[in-house]
């Protein structure tokens, strides 16, 4: 399981949601009152349990912003308004980490398409949307120099001139 790092959350998301549910873990999270069958006591330890458990999927960085908290469903909302909201704050930092990638020769390609595919698709969660060709040649642009002849045969090759995804 990737942890949260601040940049992956729409993945992220999926992936720990899907594990909680596994886990049986999803009625903590989820849920809006406490079970009838469930005393006061095994609701707020089974909270504290799921904090823990989510917690240990989330880098440093992020740990540091949810800590200190004890309730399963607050915490999951502490984490949806720090990475999923809508702020320019938010999509600034997003954009900025599209504008950084850079493909590491070190890394796969496949990585690299997906970590460009999760930047693209939270921006898109936030109302900002580029054109195919934008993207296509963004796309062409994080790859090393070393790529070069693979630049070129994809432009020579794009049908009118136009490169997309």
């Known amino acids: 399981m990737v942890p949260l790092n601040g940049t992956n959350y729409h993945m992220w998301k999926g992936k720990i949601k899907d594990l909680l549910f596994v886990k049986k873990l999803h009625l903590l999270v ?12 095994e609701w707020d330890f089974e909270h504290q ?4 458990f989510i917690r240990q999927f989330v880098e440093d960085n992020v740990y540091n912003h949810i800590a200190n908290e004890t309730h399963a469903r607050t915490l999951w909302e502490k984490i949806e308004s720090l990475y999923a909201s809508k702020s320019g704050n938010n999509k600034l930092s997003l ?14 390609i496949s990585n690299h398409l997906n970590e460009f595919q999760g ?12 054109d195919d060709e934008v993207l296509g040649l963004w796309l062409l642009n994080t ?10 045969s994809i432009t ?4 009118n001139g136009v490169v997309s995804l």
């Open 30 to 41: 989820f849920a809006t009152q406490k079970p009838d069958f469930m005393s006061e006591e």
């Open 119 to 130: 930047l693209l698709d939270q921006l898109s969660g936030m109302g900002i949307k580029f």
């Open 156 to 159: 020579n090759l794009a049908h």
């Open 95 to 108: 954009l900025n980490c599209l504008m950084n990638l850079r493909y590491r020769e070190s890394s796969s």
């Open 49 to 52: 349990q799921v904090c823990g």
């Open 143 to 152: 790859l090393h120099e070393s790529w070069e002849t693979f630049w070129v």
